[in-house]
């Protein structure tokens, strides 16, 4: 799909205005008829008008203006999901968005909106021809909006689309070695250097939390790890993200329920996804920012030769983890990429990932809990950054308190605090295995949504990109 501005406005193709609620609507130049009708829905507090849906859609977005910057652009981004319905069952090629009320962040979160929504993941469909979407080009037309505004928007989106590609693939197809071959090609597309640590070269580097997880699966372990680092870039330090790449979670040994537990635990690689979706759009966007992501990758499953409770693995900075749950599985892995990460003395470390059910109990799909012991200030931007795309932030307390919980009686630390606190004792183990100004976010509670919701769609969300381009981008 591409998005692009566009100069002269033709009003005899399909089109969406967007106004604000207290604009004249003479504006829009409809026919007496069409502007009584479009009156009366203003009046009656409506967000969306149809006002033709025929040979030609013409429609109406209104906006608030009295409404928060953040409330605004996400209520833009969910009407748009209503156009992309529409023009979805008329199976529209194209489509204008013409912008009247000369703010650019209104018709950018409007697109963004329309965008997303017209995601699909077809692939195993017999018939998806008959169920694509047939949307190709979002046409732009704003005084105010500049080519960078819809390279960066363009960007995103791209980054998205790739991590719900990423999360919808079932892992019959997506191993842990496919998945590194994914990144390659991503890698490959948008400039992004690439090295790829095969389980001899892991076994080499001493990664025993990655080697562990990885014991009852037939697929080998990959260690990824991307590096953008474009001409002119402004940062001295690299910024890190690292991703959980778990493609399927039985559990192991701590074998899951199957209902509602185990149906959907393909998703549970949606950190690395969110990493990876990133910095390829950090990479299409061409920001000026030096960036690594890091991505240790496996499935976790029982066998006669998996790890159990009770084992205790040496990790890759040499500290002893006592296993007490097999299913507390991606701290294992992360934590040995987070070790890793150290080498490059890096700015600041923020790790993503679908890590704990506390963290989706405590706040829902409706946010992403953080925590960290970076400088306050990083952790403000971020959750400024949350409010621009509606991936908010809820920061939860990080105090060394915590870390009681995990002491054991026969190695450094167990890999699980107990009921209580387990998304904070989950980064309070983590963060054992940094140096560095760090920000673990856990993504548990909205990576993947099994009904369909507004813009987000159904199935992989991509929930991780928008927040952490938003949020890096920045940094440049």
Sequence with gaps: MTIQIVDLLNTDTDILYIINKNQSVSDIGLASTSANYLESRIQDEQEFVVISNLDKIIAVAIVDPDNDRSSKKEKLRKVASKLAALTSEQKKTEFTIADKTNDKENIIAFAEGFAL???????????????????ESIKLHSPVLSSDDVRDLSASVAGVYKARDLVNEPNMFLTAPQMAEEFRAMCQEAGISIEVFDKKRIQDEKMGGLLAVNQGSIEEPRFTIMEYKPEGYTNTKPYIMVGKGVVYDTGGMSLKPTADSMDFMKSDMGGAAAVSGAIYALAKAEVKLHVIAIIPSTDNRPDGNAYVPGDVITMH?????????????????????????????????????????????????????????????????????????????????????????????IADMKNIGGRMAGAITAGKFLEKFTDYPYIHIDIAGSAYTKTKDSYHGVGGTGVGVRILFEFLKKKA
């Design 317 to 409: 900075n040499g500290m002893t983890v006592e296993v007490l749950n097999t299913d507390a599985e991606g701290r294992m892995i992360l934590a040995d990429a987070l070790s890793w990460a150290k080498r490059y003395d890096p700015e600041l470390v923020v790790d993503c990932a679908t890590l704990t059910g506390a963290a989706a109990a405590a706040i829902g799909k409706q946010g992403i809990v953080a925590m960290g012991n970076a400088d306050p200030s990083e952790m403000l931007a971020l959750k400024e950054s949350g409010f621009e795309t509606h991936e908010r932030i809820a920061e939860f307390p990080f105090w060394d308190d915590y870390f009681e919980l995990l002491k054991s009686d």
């Design 117 to 135: 929504s017209n995601y699909q993941f077809l692939k195993y469909f017999s018939e998806a021809d008959k169920k694509n979407n047939k949307l």
